[in-house]
């Protein structure tokens, strides 16, 4: 019974990232937001603002979208989740709700602006 309890928790172990790229995952939501910024094509910068979307909130996130995909699924649950700082936390939960507003327009200029925004206020929250 002993072994079984530890292969269950072993089980556990690799079921989830043993380790999250926080960093990775704020990088990937920077470059995203900036190709969203970008783009002239508007559902195309919707798409890759909401990929920093995902990237932020991650698959249990309010505002994550699967249909748009996550390029950050294999490094973590989102950056938000990820962090342990509380003061990170904040400040990135307050910048996916500002992108999502962004992903949600359907004015080009409106997305590109909030894109940039996002772009800048992930590198100045690393």
Do not use: R
Not at 24 to 31: D, I, V
Not at 87 to 100: D, G, H, R, V, Y
């Amino acid at each position: 019974m002993k072994k079984l309890i530890m292969l269950a928790g072993a089980a556990a172990l690799f079921a989830t990232p043993a380790l999250a790229d926080l960093a990775g995952e704020l990088a990937t939501a920077q470059t995203h937001a900036g190709m969203a910024a970008t783009q002239a094509d508007i559902a195309m910068a919707q798409k890759h603002l909401q990929h920093a979307v995902n990237c932020l909130v991650g698959p249990s996130g309010t505002g994550f979208d699967a249909s748009a995909g996550n390029p950050c699924g294999k490094a973590g649950n989102g950056a938000i989740a990820d962090t342990t700082d509380a003061a990170q936390k904040a400040k990135l939960t307050k910048i996916a709700a500002s992108a999502k507003t962004g992903v949600g327009s359907t004015d080009l200029a409106t997305v590109q602006k909030a894109a940039k925004d996002t772009a800048d206020a992930v590198a100045a929250a690393k």
